[in-house]
Nanobody, 117 residues
Framework: QVQLVESGGGLAQPGGSLRLSCAASGTSDSIFKMGWYRQAPGKQRELVATISSEHVTNYADSVRDRFILSRDGAKNMIWLQMKSLKPDDTAVYYC???????????WGQGTQVTVSS
């Protein structure tokens, strides 16, 4: 059973930084694209950033130049370094991974990020 475990959420002040981690386990299948999505209260879940198994990244316009997504393929882990945080970044952040030949999507439980003074 594939599991995605997220960590690193919390409270940050506007302009501050946080680093999220996501570790995938429970599978020997290949893990393809991984990424972060977020959902703010009353809003739909939206893409934050993704990274392919070739380390090609894609960012939402709202976070480009502020967030950096990196990956360690051997450890099946990704990290999201978030800088210059804004109150609009407040949301539950979810890790997602595509696993196996059918590229099945798996989601983590989510980690809360709150940006407030």
């Amino acid at each position: 059973q594939v599991q995605l475990v997220e960590s690193g959420g919390g409270l940050a002040q506007p302009g501050g930084s946080l680093r999220l981690s996501c570790a995938a386990s429970g599978t020997s299948d290949s893990i393809f694209k991984m990424g972060w999505y977020r959902q703010a209260p009353g809003k739909q879940r939206e893409l934050v950033a993704t990274i392919s198994s070739e380390h090609v990244t894609n960012y939402a316009d709202s976070v480009r130049d502020r967030f950096i997504l990196s990956r360690d393929g051997a450890k099946n882990m990704i990290w999201l370094q978030m800088k210059s945080l804004k109150p609009d970044d407040t949301a539950v952040y979810y890790c997602k991974a595509q696993v196996g030949r059918w590229r099945t999507d798996y989601w983590g439980q989510g980690t809360q990020v709150t940006v407030s003074s």
